[in-house]
């Protein structure tokens, strides 16, 4: 059963106590009961202080061990309130902006906290979109407009496919590349997209040889004004940049592009959700299937 706080007052009451945050995420991360990560064994003895005891292997392990709140130095109470925070903004929060309303004493804390739960917006072993899809590229940084041929030096490329939902759109996924090889598009469709579907391409020759998907590919022509070749990718490349330009005022250094990716991804494949309480569930949810990140990792993290 999906159970979640529906308003911050709700919020508030209920997670109170490190130990009322550690009984929804034992919840979130073993629904079944508790499984040793050493051994699986299901026995296991309360310790102090959130850890438990296991009983076949004596391994000593928490909640929050092994996930995105591994090794924090900070109250899960503050993170539960910085999840709220991030997933019921209608379009999330900057660093800084969590800084203030959490009253966090450091930058640096309330950009970690950030970082760290971006990284859990991308759901492990996720579906990948079907049906009939659009694939196209496009640009983040340097000057946006005026910019002539497919690469530039200080420009980020970004690949995004989109699901064709009737007239409208379905799910996203969005990936930055760092060219635009057969090899690596190709890789992003395997990767996002189910095999028998179509996928509707614009001429790159790159494109051709697409194995185990019907190809639609649309030779770019003159189009008339205001009119795409694929509606759906530029309608999603336009919410994207306006996000990135509004929320962030286009503050995002291209090492940490990824990280924006994941969350806008996370925003708009649940855009439909009617209450935002759902979206704190799926980011608790998901925080306790990622692998911890410790700061240096998020760092470095520069593919
Ligand atoms: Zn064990």
Same mark, same amino acid.
């Given at each position: 059963m999906e159970d979640y706080p529906r308003t911050l007052p709700e919020l508030e009451a209920r997670f109170s106590t490190e130990e009322s945050c550690r009984q929804y995420l034992f919840a979130l991360r073993w629904p079944d009961g508790f499984k040793c990560? @050493?051994?699986? %064994?299901a026995q296991a003895w309360p310790m102090q202080r959130g850890l438990w005891l296991c009983a076949g292997c004596r391994h000593q392990t928490s909640?929050? @061990?092994?996930?995105?709140?591994?090794?924090?130095?900070?109250?899960l109470t503050l993170w539960f309130r910085a999840m709220w925070y991030v997933t019921t903004q209608k379009n999330g929060v900057s660093a800084l902006g969590l800084q203030r309303v959490l009253g966090l004493g450091s930058y640096k804390t309330a950009w970690t906290l950030l970082h760290k739960l971006r990284r859990a917006m991308v759901r492990p072993g996720r579906d990948r979109l079907k049906g009939l899809v659009e694939v196209d590229e496009t640009y983040w940084g340097g000057? &946006? &407009? %005026?910019?002539?041929? =497919?690469?530039?030096?200080?420009k980020a490329l970004i690949l995004v496919a989109v699901e064709e939902d009737g007239a409208g759109m379905g799910r996203i996924r969005l990936r930055r590349t760092l060219d635009l090889t057969k090899d690596s598009l190709h890789r992003f469709i395997g990767d996002s997209v189910e095999p028998g579907s179509t996928v509707r391409t614009d001429g790159l020759p790159a494109y051709l040889g697409l194995e185990g998907y019907a190809h639609d590919r649309r030779v770019q022509r003159r189009q008339?004004?205001? &009119?795409?070749?694929?509606p759906r990718v530029h309608r999603v490349v336009s919410l994207l940049k306006r996000w990135m330009m509004g929320?962030?005022?286009? @503050?995002?250094a291209q090492d940490y592009l990824d990280y924006y990716l994941n969350e806008f991804t996370f925003r708009f494949n649940r =855009?439909?959700?009617?209450?935002r309480g759902k979206l704190f569930y799926r980011l608790a949810e998901q925080a306790v299937q990622v692998d911890p990140a410790p700061f240096k990792f998020l760092t470095l993290h520069n593919p």
């Open positions: 990560p @050493a051994c699986g %064994g909640v929050t @061990a092994g996930t995105v709140f591994q090794d924090t130095h900070k109250p000057q &946006e &407009e %005026g910019v002539v041929g =497919r690469l530039t030096q200080e008339p004004e205001g &009119e795409h070749l694929l929320t962030h005022q286009g @503050a995002i =855009r439909t959700s009617k209450s």
